[in-house]
C-alpha cells in the first residue's frame, strides 16, 4: 500500500499531499504583478532611488539639470533614470522650454514612506 492516499495523506507517511496544502494564491492578475514588478525594479537601481528621493523631498518640481550634480552621475544617466521612473509611474514630469521638471507621484511617495517605516521599527 507504499504511496497510496488514505484521508489525505500518503500511506508512506509523508503527510497530505502537496495539492491539497499548498494550492493557494493570491489576488493580484498576472499585469498587476507585473505591474508591481517593474515598479520595484525601477526603486533597485542606486541612481533611480536616489533620483526618485530627491525629486520626492524637494519643496517643488524638479529640473533634471539639478539632479546631475546632487547625484554625481552623468546627465545621459539622470536622463535614463527619470524616464524609467516616469514609464512605471512614481513621477510626473512637464515641460517647460527646453526643461523638463519632475514630481513624485503619490504612489511614490506612499512607497517611500511605507520603505522608511520598516527602516526605523525598532521590532529587532
Known sequence: M???QTDGEL??????RA???????HSLTDGEVAADVETL???????RYEALR???EADDAVCGCELEPSLGV???????AL???FSTGLVERRKEGRWRYYSATPRATRL????GDTRSTADD
Open 41 to 47: 525594479a525601477a526603486l533597485g537601481n542606486d541612481t
Open 112 to 115: 517611500l514612506d511605507v520603505l
Open 11 to 16: 500511506t508512506d507517511g509523508r503527510g497530505p
Open 74 to 80: 552623468s546627465q545621459g544617466a539622470v536622463s535614463q
Open 19 to 25: 495539492a491539497d496544502c499548498c494550492a493557494r494564491g
Open 83 to 85: 524616464s524609467r521612473l
Open 2 to 4: 507504499n504511496g497510496q
Open 54 to 56: 530627491f525629486v520626492a
